[in-house]
């Protein structure tokens, strides 16, 4: 899975659906050097902006939870306002544990990131072109 892996990050290009903000159902965390940044971006005075966009949880700036702010900075466009300054956890997507944790969660994550399911199918076109049909590989090949 690792060299799948590595070889759909090098060639993933975010499409800006809005689904992994969304669907995720997960909080986004700031370190405090991101909240000032997204402050600065969003002309804000910090102070301001952690009273209105922030809550402190267990030492934690979240910044969105299902809870809080559950469309985090979405706008109705499902385009993320902050974008350009987004924190570290937003701009990592989709290399986070619970995406790459097997194969089949891969797959169930290609289902709602067009941007994820775009080079696995460009990369699965290539393979079949390559190699014959790819439902006869078995997973594991991938794996280290």
């Not at 102070?47 to 979405?74: D, H, M, P, V």
């Not at 993320?80 to 544990?97: A, L």
Request: glycine content about 4%.
């Amino acid at each position: 899975m690792d060299k799948l892996k590595a070889l759909i990050l090098e060639k993933f290009q975010c499409l800006g659906c809005g689904n992994c903000c969304e669907l995720a159902n997960g909080y986004v965390y700031a370190r405090p050097e991101e909240a000032v940044c997204i402050a600065k971006y969003l002309e804000m005075d910090i102070i301001a902006f952690l009273q209105k966009y922030t809550l402190k949880e267990n030492g934690w700036l979240i910044l969105s939870s299902a809870k809080f702010r559950a469309n985090c900075f979405l706008d109705e466009h499902k385009k993320c306002q902050i974008y350009e300054v987004r924190p570290k956890n937003c701009r990592t997507y989709p290399d986070w544990f619970s995406v790459w944790k097997n194969y089949e969660t891969f797959l169930k994550e290609t289902e709602f990131c067009p941007g994820l399911k775009k080079v696995f199918m460009d990369l699965h076109k290539i393979f079949t072109e390559d190699f014959g049909d790819i439902n006869n590989i078995d997973s594991k090949r991938f794996e280290k």
